[in-house]
């Protein structure tokens, strides 16, 4: 079975300072891995995915992740952050085969505040 | 592309209706669709895969006889609460994916619906 643990439920940071979203997984077989954001009352929105390559994975609005194998995670960074990133950040995993279902973390708030 | 609707965006029934929320992908065929449920302040929980043509897969501990899903066709899945209650109140969110050789590129990769708010008083 895939898990993906999240530890921060809440990331308060300023307005322009950088930011790390910590991300671990843990699965006996090779998985895909996702960073989603979702804005209250919406959907999740694809940030970043990691299928294979380059480790180092850059998304949407300014945001990378990299994957570490070794560690098993898939931390989620932006150098800057703007009043605009505030929402909740969830990071998934999926399996490499037919099913693609997506095992979620818990979720990270990242609260920007000026 | 890739667009995933949901509609109603909110609704709120009396306990004991049934309730029917539709997923809709509107630029790309869905191979298959995935119904979420989200409570306050909680991750996304799986309840279940839908296959058009075939029949849902429930995850363990939903109620397949309480959450009817159909996948009719390859735009269109439906989610239907039958009997609901208060306890049933929460943020429902399909997904939908594509597949074959147009797929291929995304692979394992989802597209999500804005998501229904239902409210059972």
């Known amino acids: 079975a895939q898990s993906v643990t999240q530890l921060d439920s809440q990331v308060p940071v300023f307005e322009e300072a950088p930011v790390e979203l910590r991300c671990n997984y843990s699965?006996?077989?090779?998985?895909?891995l996702f960073w989603y954001v979702q804005y209250p009352n919406q959907g999740l929105q694809l940030l970043l995915k990691?299928?294979?390559?380059?480790?180092l994975v850059k998304g949407i609005n300014g945001f990378e992740a990299e994957f570490n194998k070794s560690q098993t995670s898939f931390h989620l960074r932006k150098p800057s952050v703007h009043i605009s990133d505030t929402a909740e950040y969830f990071c998934a995993v999926s399996r490499m085969d037919s099913s693609y279902k997506l095992i979620f973390g818990s979720g990270t708030r990242l609260l920007v505040r000026p | 592309g890739a667009v995933v609707s949901q509609h109603p965006s909110r609704v709120i029934c009396k306990s004991g209706t049934s309730v029917k929320i539709e997923c809709r992908s509107l630029?790309?065929?869905?191979?298959?669709m995935f119904w979420y449920r989200q409570f306050p302040k909680q991750s996304l929980m799986l309840m279940a895969t839908?296959?058009?043509?075939?029949?849902?897969?429930?995850e363990q501990g939903v109620e397949k006889d309480k959450f009817l899903i159909n996948h009719a066709s390859l735009t269109l899945s439906t989610l239907t609460v039958t009997s609901a209650h208060p306890e049933d109140s929460s943020f429902y969110i399909c997904?939908?994916?594509?597949?074959?050789?147009?797929?291929?590129?995304?692979?394992?990769?989802?597209?999500f619906g804005p998501g229904t708010r239902l409210t059972v008083t």
């Open positions: 839908s296959n058009e043509g075939s029949k849902a897969t429930y």
């Open positions: 997904s939908a994916r594509t597949g074959g050789l147009a797929g291929a590129a995304l692979l394992g990769e989802q597209y």
């Open positions: 990691y299928l294979s390559g380059s480790t």
């Open positions: 630029d790309f065929q869905a191979t298959t």
């Open positions: 699965s006996s077989v090779s998985v895909y």
